[in-house]
């Protein structure tokens, strides 16, 4: 919803501020002031005088110029306070630490926030593999395993209404059909788990799987694994780690 959209019980300049900072959080780097004009449509003059105000308070930087923009250290401080105070991300770290350990790969965390999963926690493989996601980062469920394993949980009827019909391709095997994707889910349901085969980073394959805690649940828990390094025994250790670590954080989740 854009400021000039919002409803009569919001604040517009809070509106601006909230849309300003998502603007900044989903582009990395800086901006010109033109840009940033350019992408959100707020006047010119007041767009200045609200970045000045950011700028002052920490929320945004600017170059050693003055002219360009750039998230700022504030917003590092909130994200991380989340992370912080979250107490399923706490509950997490044992349950977290052991899927590691059986598996030796790479383990995250996310939660499902509107058509996306957030990452909450990681822990890095014990092999060398380049970090594809980091807390904080945000990929479409469509495509990730942790986002599948939380869309089987809400019915086909509420995946329609929160997905388009044709979803965003980010590779060659990225399922951009939204029935089709309905029908994977059923098989989701079905195994208890959910594959991304290489649908949003080449070479690399993931399983997840729901943290019910609550229904629809919000929470996930994933392996990637590179495709080359994955055996029918290793991706039978993978499931039976995840099926395990599912159970103990249901348990440490119980009276969330």
């Not at 949980?153 to 309905?182: F, G, K, M, Q, S």
């Not at 690399?204 to 919000?218: D, N, Q």
Request: hydrophobic share 40%; glycine share 6%; net charge neutral.
């Amino acid at each position: 919803m854009s400021a000039t959209e919002a409803g009569g019980s919001q604040v517009k300049s809070a509106v601006r501020t909230v849309e300003l900072l998502e603007f900044f959080a989903h582009r990395p780097g800086m901006h010109t002031l033109a840009a940033v004009q350019e992408a959100v449509g707020y006047p010119k003059s007041s767009l200045y005088m609200l970045l000045r105000t950011l700028v002052e308070l920490g929320w945004v930087e600017t170059d050693s110029t003055g002219t360009r923009y750039g998230i700022g250290v504030r917003a590092l401080l909130v994200g991380t306070s989340y992370i912080d105070g979250d107490e399923v991300v706490a509950a997490a770290g044992p349950a977290l630490d052991r899927l590691s350990e059986d598996t030796t790969e790479t383990i995250h965390l996310a939660r499902l926030d509107g058509t996306d999963v957030v990452y909450l926690a990681t822990r890095q493989s014990q092999h060398y593999l380049r970090p594809f996601a980091r807390v904080g980062r945000r990929l479409p469920a469509h495509s990730t395993s942790l986002g599948k394993a939380l869309l089987a949980t809400y019915t086909d009827d509420e995946v329609r209404a929160l997905l388009p019909e044709r979803l965003a391709r980010h590779t060659e095997r990225t399922v951009t059909d939204r029935e089709r994707l309905i029908e994977e889910l059923h098989l989701v349901r079905e195994q208890g788990y959910a594959v991304d085969r290489e649908e949003n980073t080449l070479g690399l394959r993931c399983f997840g799987i729901a943290i019910p805690y609550r229904t629809p649940a919000r929470d996930a828990l994933s392996c990637s694994v590179p495709a080359a390094r994955l055996t029918p025994a290793h991706e039978q250790r993978i499931k039976h780690a995840l099926f395990d670590a599912r159970d103990r954080l249901t348990h440490a989740t119980r009276t969330l």
